[in-house]
């Protein structure tokens, strides 16, 4: 069945850099969307970085310019390369896939409630 695995998470000082990698198994190649979502504790899980499977992506506001997300489609893994990192980025990160469709507006792409599959998690801790 269908598989998402996170790794690369850890702590980083302020303004460093962090690469997180999501590998995917049994992904069909129908339109679908691959996302980034981070959960601090006590708050909601929020929608980080997004691509679909043409390769457009989206970016939560809190994170252009900074963050970038991208797949390697040989390897079948997701990426998410953070630079310039602030501590208001810890949370655990989550990487998600969902079935979709080009005729949905892109402000669905970054809300949880549109995913149906969910990687374990891996934790990042910026600190000052």
């Known amino acids: 069945q269908v598989q998402l695995v996170e790794s690369g998470g850890g702590s980083v000082q302020a303004g460093g850099s962090l690469r997180l990698s999501c590998a995917a198994s049994?992904?069909?190649?129908?339109?679908?969307?691959m996302a980034w979502f981070r959960q601090a504790p006590g708050k909601e899980r929020d929608g980080v970085a997004i691509?679909?499977?043409?390769?457009?992506?989206n970016y939560a506001d809190s994170v252009k310019g900074r963050f970038t997300i991208s797949e390697d489609n040989a390897k079948n893994t997701l990426y998410l390369q953070m630079n310039s990192l602030k501590p208001e980025d810890t949370a655990m990160y989550y990487c998600?896939?969902?079935?979709?469709?080009?005729?949905?507006?892109?402000?669905?792409?970054?809300?949880?409630?549109?995913?149906?599959?969910w990687g374990q998690g891996t934790q990042v801790s910026v600190s000052s």
């Open positions: 049994g992904i069909t190649y129908s339109y679908y969307w």
């Open positions: 998600a896939h969902t079935s979709a469709s080009r005729l949905w507006s892109w402000t669905r792409t970054l809300r949880s409630s549109e995913y149906n599959l």
């Open positions: 691509i679909d499977s043409d390769g457009s992506t």
